[in-house]
Structures are given as C-alpha cells and as structure tokens.
C-alpha cells in the first residue's frame, strides 16, 4: 500500500461532532478508488489528513508503510507524493500562464530547467492541453481549468492524487475527456482516488469503492460487492447506480449473463444475448 489512513479521528474547533471517527481506508498503486458519502459524511476531510494539509487528533497516516510526521520535512515528502485537487480550480491556480502555473511544483522542487521544461511538457499532455500552455490562467474555461490544476500536480509525479468532486460543473464531454484522463494516469500506475455524488460514474469508472457511514468506512471493496448492498446504500442516503440495478435485473432475469459498466457495454451484451 502506498497511503493508509488508520482510525483516523479529528473534530473542527467548535463543531458540535466528529468530522471523522475512527476512519481507515488503506490505498494501493495504480488503482482507481472512488470515495462515496452524503455531504458531511468525512469525505473531503480524509482528503485534507491524507495530504498532510490537517493533523489527526488520534490515529495515524501511513506513507510506504512509515508513520507520517508532521515536520516540515515529513509534510514535504508527503505532499510530494500525494497531491489534492480541490472542487474549485480557482483555489489552485495563481500564476499567469498555463506553463507558468504547472512549472511552480517542479521548480521549488529544485530540479534543473531542463527537467522542468520536461515535467511540464509531459503533464501538459498528458491532460490534453498542451495548446493552451501560453493561455492565461483566468482566460481558461472551468473544465480547462480543472485540467491544467491536476497538470499542476502531475508535474510533481505523486503516487497517489486524490480528486474532491472532479466532476462538478463539467459537461458530459468535460466529464469523458477528463475521467479518460486519469484512466491512463492510473494505468501508467498513479493511484486515482475520487470523493464524488455521481453514483453512475463510480460504477463505471472505479476499481474499488468506499463508502462513509458514521464518520468512518462502513464499506469497501470491489463495486459489485458494494453496489450490490442497495438497501444499506439507501439507509445511508445514497442512490445505487442506475445501470448497475438495470443490469442486475436483467441478469436475475436470465438475459445477461454479466453486470455491465457502461450503456456501450450493456448494449453489446444485450446484442450478444440476442433479446
């Protein structure tokens, strides 16, 4: 495992309650987590303990095994390996130019121009935009936005960036060109963990699922496990994916033979099972 929460607790100066009570949640390379959760259920909080950004009052952030520490040193290290990208972009981005903003990591990292230059240029294509690298920042649309702020810490080659609600105020092509996006970040072996409300997208997109109950993770495991807990989902204020109960019918109906992940998938199984 390369980042693992263990009974993670902490509570807000004057809150009347936990944000997070005896949370773990354990993460492995180059897979793609989806983090689900009611709003106020711990979601972006874990994000901010596993980044070092918040300190646990109990419980313990492990990094490649070994305890974090919270010296400026440990919060270094952390932070270079794990990367957080917020719900607005517009709290990332400060610097005047596309290439001017994804540059910042890598330069205080010291390293040479010439391994910047190369960093920003690979993290650039790697989120498909690279053509707007002269672009000012504030001239960019909100997907373009949300794009050049995971380009800004791809360009530090974290092993694990955790992503709070990507999703929110894209268009449905925003939405596929950008999940395309982290797909093969994952593949090349980033650890993809995503906190989002978009039931549908966690079971078409994740390798694992999370889910908050009671200010820690109540459940986890592969998405047919998960998914497959509709009554306790419900009880916990989350609606099971529409395919995934479209499709479980059809299987307990005899049609198909496989839960589908996608419509595209569900049509050629449909096709195959000649209905």
Do not use: C
Request: glycine residues 8%; proline residues 5%.
């Amino acid at each position: 495992m390369i980042l693992e929460a263990r009974s993670l607790r902490y509570t807000y100066p004057g809150a009347s309650g936990p944000a997070l009570s005896d949370a773990s949640l354990t993460i492995a390379a180059g897979e793609r987590l989806a983090l689900l959760g009611i709003n106020g259920a711990g979601k972006s909080t874990l994000f901010q303990m596993l980044n070092g950004s918040l300190k646990p009052a109990e419980g313990k952030v492990l990094l490649d095994g070994e305890p974090v520490s919270y010296d400026r040193r440990g919060l270094s290290r952390l932070r270079q390996a794990v990367g957080l990208v917020m719900q607005d972009p517009d709290d990332q981005l400060f610097a005047a130019t596309v290439a001017e903003d994804v540059s910042f990591g890598p330069v205080n990292l010291g390293l040479s121009e010439a391994e910047v230059r190369a960093r920003v240029a690979e993290a650039l294509e790697a989120l498909g935009v690279t053509a707007l690298a002269a672009n000012p920042t504030h001239m960019l649309s909100f997907g373009q936005k949300k794009r050049v702020a995971i380009a800004g810490l791809i360009a530090m080659r974290p092993s694990v960036l955790l992503l709070d609600e990507p999703t929110a105020g894209l268009d449905p092509q925003g939405i596929e060109e950008l999940m395309q996006a982290l797909s093969t970040l994952s593949a090349a072996g980033t650890a993809i963990v995503i906190a989002t409300h978009d039931m549908d997208l966690a079971w078409s997109w994740s390798t694992r699922v999370a889910v908050f109950e009671n200010r820690a993770i109540g459940l986890a495991g592969p998405p047919e496990a998960v998914f497959s807990e509709s009554d306790r989902l419900r009880a916990l204020g989350l609606r099971p994916p529409v395919l995934h109960e479209i499709g479980l019918a059809l299987v307990q109906a005899g049609v198909l033979t496989a839960l589908p992940r996608s419509m595209a998938e569900m049509k050629a199984l449909i096709a195959r099972s000649k209905l």
